[in-house]
């Protein structure tokens, strides 16, 4: 007998479990699956959408670019668009129309009290991510940092040979001494547990010596060198090379950095507050309160720089949705699962023996008018396409929901729908849990009364809110003095990251001849309200959006000039003129991520330690999917949440889909 699945939430994690599942060749005699999302439209805190009212521009939550070491993310994509049905009317069609790679990353400095760009170029090559392979073991990591800070250390320094002078006392350049380090540690045996005492004890003390020896060097060598040493006295000294890198995860990453030798030079530099700009790490969106687990954030680096494939980072060729949402739904539905839209959860009930889940309480927050499914997509550009709306003309409510312009996504909605059970036995046999965590205290009161380690779970991986801007400009990126490459971070608070994302202007149809020239998206952390209120505040989420709007145009007051200079007014050189924007200010998009859902998942100390994984909810027919979901990333990302899918689906399964870096 078929095994009737209830997906909740569209996010990434629920289609990678869903896709995996359907992955096989027999599935439709074992499954029957259905996908319950509220609203209109999948993707969670990856959803965007096509404002028809303004260009068919593309909107987001935030800024989305993937990383080259996704493997699993685009194994997923990559088969999703083999399997789509040709269709020469979209232009984008293979993954490699999708994803662009992107390798110039910039970090902005302050300096002497004026913001100074800081380039990085990655080398880019011929892999491709999600072509599979092992990931490195943290001895092999070390021995690529090493590698890797010498050779950053020898360039520069034989650039400066005869400039800098002696020191007082004889002492070896860092990089020679870096040398002796790399040599020493591929020297040794590739498993560290054969390794003596005594080898360790001297590369620790080859590794104090480089650290010394910096002082000689140029800043901004010193600041890179130096992080790349502590991270590997830290990866000896605490045992990570031998015990993994949960083994450091009760401390904060900053302080750990400090302990190994990091002084404020290093900890408070613009590359060490990128990594942390980049997942929103400040509790409770506070600047001030800086909060990652030194062995998550260690291994995240690591991963990131020497594991990616291609390219550093790729950018998505449309908006999330498009790319990544849209392909998902329409190679799912044409594989056979149905999707329920308009169907917000409201409670998950446990069953008496407090074993399994029983019910499922819903809301319908919309009828379809016809007995035919929900048709969610439109064509902008040739390009399938979630509207930033719903479509209301399919809906028997749809003219009241336009008249009250209501929003179906929102924790504080007004609206009610008709209620709906579905029960287990009858409606479903397992259920795969694919809402953030954020939202799962008030979702799952039963199950966190019923097992302590999903309550555990639940209260101890915080989580942040979230917020962004999208500015269309009259002027070209070259009138706007705007930098070479796009993506950049660890600029001025709250808004720390932004990006060139004008290559997307094709994408969007504005009328007429006068279009837009230059498009920048900006993103960052979003402080907490004083209150959060409950439900029944409706009026919250206006408040809380003209706060972020309020912010905006202080942060621009001050903070365009530097990145932007042919953006910025004739008598006030730091601030915005808003006569170059497209439009008015007010009609630019702007977008606080606030809801429970919605919320970005933290990696806060010692958290990773209460993350459960896919099969481990405590209940027997309760399966997990997110990225707050335990994988070995352990950290807010696409690729996070795509294991946990996976995982989820061998866990029903009980197949063995091969996870890149999956946990044994």
């Not at 796009?486 to 004008?502: C, I, K």
Request: aromatic share 10%; hydrophobic share 40%; glycine share 10%.
């Amino acid at each position: 007998m078929k095994q009737k699945i209830a997906v909740l939430g569209g996010g990434c994690g629920s289609m990678a479990a869903v896709w995996t599942l359907t992955g096989r060749p027999d599935w439709r005699d074992r499954y029957d699956i259905t996908v319950y999302q509220m609203g209109w439209r999948l993707g969670g805190k990856g959803a965007s959408g096509r404002n028809a009212g303004a260009g068919q521009r593309i909107e987001e939550h935030g800024l989305h670019i993937w990383g080259g070491f996704y493997e699993n993310a685009f194994r997923v994509m990559q088969d999703c668009y083999a399997a789509l049905p040709s269709d020469p009317a979209n232009p984008i069609r293979t993954w490699t129309d999708a994803f662009h790679k992107l390798s110039r990353v910039m970090l902005q400095e302050q300096v002497d009290g004026r913001w100074v760009p800081w380039p990085f170029d990655f080398p880019e090559d011929d892999e491709v991510p999600g072509s599979g392979g092992e990931l490195p073991t943290p001895w092999a990591y070390l021995k690529l940092l090493l590698g890797w800070i010498k050779g950053w250390l020898e360039p520069r320094h034989a650039a400066a040979t005869g400039q800098v002078p002696p020191p007082a006392q004889a002492q070896q350049p860092a990089h020679a001494v870096l040398a002796g380090a790399h040599a020493f540690a591929h020297a040794l045996p590739d498993d560290p547990a054969a390794h003596a005492p005594e080898h360790h004890a001297r590369l620790l003390d080859l590794l104090l010596l480089a650290h010394r020896s910096l002082d000689r060097e140029e800043r901004r060598v010193r600041i890179v060198a130096g992080l790349g040493i502590a991270l590997l006295r830290g990866l000896v000294a605490d045992g990570v090379v031998l015990h993994g890198f949960e083994r450091i995860n009760d401390q904060e990453w900053s302080a750990w950095l400090r302990r190994h030798g990091a002084g404020d030079e290093v900890v408070q530099s613009a590359f060490v507050r990128g990594i942390y700009d980049y997942v929103f790490a400040y509790e409770k969106g506070d600047a001030g309160r800086p909060s990652i687990e030194a062995g998550t954030a260690t291994h995240g680096v690591l991963r990131l720089l020497f594991t990616y494939k291609g390219a550093l980072f790729w950018e998505m060729q449309a908006g999330m949705g498009d790319i990544v949402f849209g392909p998902l739904y329409r190679a799912l539905r044409a594989r056979g699962v149905q999707f329920r839209f308009f169907h917000k959860l409201d409670a998950v009930r446990v069953s008496a023996d407090g074993k399994n889940v029983e019910a499922l309480d819903l809301q319908v927050q919309a009828r379809v008018k016809s007995e035919a499914e929900y048709e969610p997509l439109v064509r902008v550009r040739g390009v399938p396409s979630w509207p930033a709306a719903p479509l209301y003309d399919q809906l028997v409510e749809g003219d009241e929901l336009r008249r009250q312009d209501v929003n179906l996504e929102s924790h504080w909605t007004p609206w009610k729908g008709a209620p709906l059970r579905l029960q287990r036995v009858r409606d479903f046999d397992r259920v795969i849990l694919g809402i953030s965590v954020g939202a799962l205290g008030s979702l799952c009161q039963e199950l966190l009364q019923a097992h302590a380690p999903f309550r555990r779970m639940v209260e101890g991986v915080a989580t942040v809110q979230t917020a962004s801007m999208q500015l269309w400009f009259r002027r070209d990126g070259a009138a706007l003095g705007a930098p070479v490459g796009r993506a950049t971070t660890a600029y001025a608070q709250d808004m720390n990251t932004w990006s060139d994302m004008s290559f997307l202007l094709p994408r969007e149809d504005w009328p007429g001849v006068d279009q837009p020239r230059f498009l920048a998206y900006f993103c960052g952390q979003f402080p907490d309200a004083a209150v959060i209120p409950p439900p029944a505040d409706t009026g919250f989420p206006a408040r809380e959006q003209q706060r972020h709007v309020e912010a905006c145009v202080q942060w621009l007051r001050r903070n365009t000039g530097p990145i932007l200079p042919g953006a910025a007014r004739p008598d006030d050189p730091g601030a915005l003129d808003e006569a170059r924007l497209y439009g008015p200010f007010a009609a630019q998009y702007f977008r606080v991520n606030i809801d429970p859902s919605e919320r970005y998942v933290m990696s806060t100390p010692g958290s990773s330690a209460l993350r459960l994984r896919a099969g481990e909810s405590g209940f027997g027919n309760l399966f997990l999917a997110g990225d707050w979901v335990k994988t070995s990333i352990n950290a807010g990302c696409v690729e996070a949440a795509v294991m946990a899918g996976m995982d989820a689906a061998n866990a029903i399964s009980g197949a063995n889909v091969p996870i890149i870096g999956g946990l044994t």
